[in-house]
């Protein structure tokens, strides 16, 4: 089968886990933990990293830490994974959404700035599918309005934007490790920030918020987020080979967009003139014109072999959420397309060009 999204681990990573196994160093205590934060933080030009579990409780405790009061709102994309969203709504804090951009699939920033009002506190931008929102004009809303910025990096590691990293910009940054991202610990994730009363108050969360000078007494409700140092062992083999890692997406997007160019009833991905793209996931967009969806695109490529998977259905058309009252009869008709007419390509690190251009002449024959 051709690899979707499979992660690609070597010796490195092997070799770590058999000291910590070896050492009996298994728990979220152990030096790799440490290694691991302080190497990313630094990649991504960062003072502190937090490891947690996974990229959703990075979410949750990044929007914990900034003790925003409840009820404040907070302005996400429609177009993005449930994640976001529980992380705002398990803060008692208010989701306010906005349209992706038809380009970049990200955030449409121009719509953030006619959904301010006098409660909202945070804007939390996502970079869609390896490439970065257009950040300026959200940090400018956020210096003038005094917002913080919650920043979800989960799917562009490496990512730059303007020649700084993503992962570089938010109040609080999150990203998450699972086995299908650019690099990974199996599950797992970090919040990274430059602020150290910040960086004290989750690594106070994610372990019960134990007090430093009494054990067992506790002065606020924590949680048990802690990554493992087996799932820290692999993380930092992980991030040694990030540029690699980083070059082979590249190439593949690359090598992808040449082989699909012109290719009549399809929407590529960009790379904007101010953004470097780690093409995290090859997505696609089929023009309706063509009288396909993604799902009967996706069902004809099953048929040849390759398999896909479907772009994200906005929050806004989320039953969880419609239920609780949130988001009734609003609209967002960028999002609503990508939803039906997205799907993204095996894009898995271990995809040989063979494949891809297997996979491009499929794609291509079945639109002719
Ligand atoms: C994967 C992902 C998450 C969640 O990460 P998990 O580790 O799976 O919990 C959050 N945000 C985005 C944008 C993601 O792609």
Redesign the pocket.
């Known amino acids: 089968m051709i690899p979707v999204n499979e992660p690609l681990l070597l010796d490195a990573e092997r070799k770590n886990v058999e000291e910590c196994l070896r050492t009996g160093w298994i728990s979220s205590e152990g030096t790799f933990i440490t290694e691991f934060e302080k190497k990313w933080a630094r990649f991504c030009g960062r003072e502190f990293g937090v490891a947690v579990s ?3 409780v990075a ?1 949750d405790a990044a929007a914990w830490a900034l003790r925003l009061e409840p009820g404040s709102e907070v302005i996400v994309p429609t177009f ?2 449930i ?2 969203v529980i992380a705002i709504v398990r803060n008692g804090l208010v989701p306010v959404l906005v349209d992706a951009d038809a380009d970049t699939w990200c955030m449409d920033v121009r719509e953030v700035a006619g959904k301010v009002t006098p409660k909202t506190r945070a804007i939390m931008p ?1 970079h869609i599918y390896g490439h970065p929102v257009d950040m300026d004009p959200l940090l400018e809303l956020a210096r003038t309005k005094n917002l913080r910025i919650i920043e ?1 990096a ?2 562009v590691h490496g990512a730059e934007y303007k020649g700084k990293k993503c992962g570089g910009f938010g109040d609080v940054s999150a990203f ?1 490790f ?1 086995a299908n ?1 650019l690099i990974t610990t199996g ?1 797992g ?1 970090m919040v990274l920030t430059d602020d150290p009363e910040l960086a004290e108050r989750l690594q106070s969360y994610r372990n019960l918020c134990f007090r430093k000078e009494r054990r067992f007494y506790h002065t606020e409700l924590g949680t048990n987020y802690r990554l493992t140092n087996l799932q820290a062992a692999i993380g930092s083999a992980q991030v040694d080979r990030i540029d690699d890692i980083v070059e082979k997406k590249r190439a593949m997007g690359t090598m992808y967009s040449d082989l699909l160019a012109g290719c009549k009833y399809l929407q590529l991905p960009v790379e904007k003139s101010w953004a470097k793209n780690v093409y995290w996931m090859y997505g696609i967009v089929l023009d309706e014109a063509s009288g396909l969806n993604a799902v009967d695109f996706a069902a004809l490529l099953l048929k040849e072999g390759i398999h896909t998977r479907p772009f994200f259905l906005g929050m806004h058309e989320q039953p969880v959420f419609l239920n609780r009252g949130l988001f009734r009869g609003e609209k967002y008709p960028v999002a609503e397309r990508l939803a039906r007419q997205g799907l993204y390509l095996p894009s898995a690190l271990t995809i040989t060009p063979e494949q891809i251009k297997t996979v491009a002449t499929t794609v291509k024959r079945l639109l002719s």
């Open positions: 996974n990229g959703t979410l993005t994974i994640s976001c996502v979800d989960a799917e998450s699972y991202k599950e994730g």
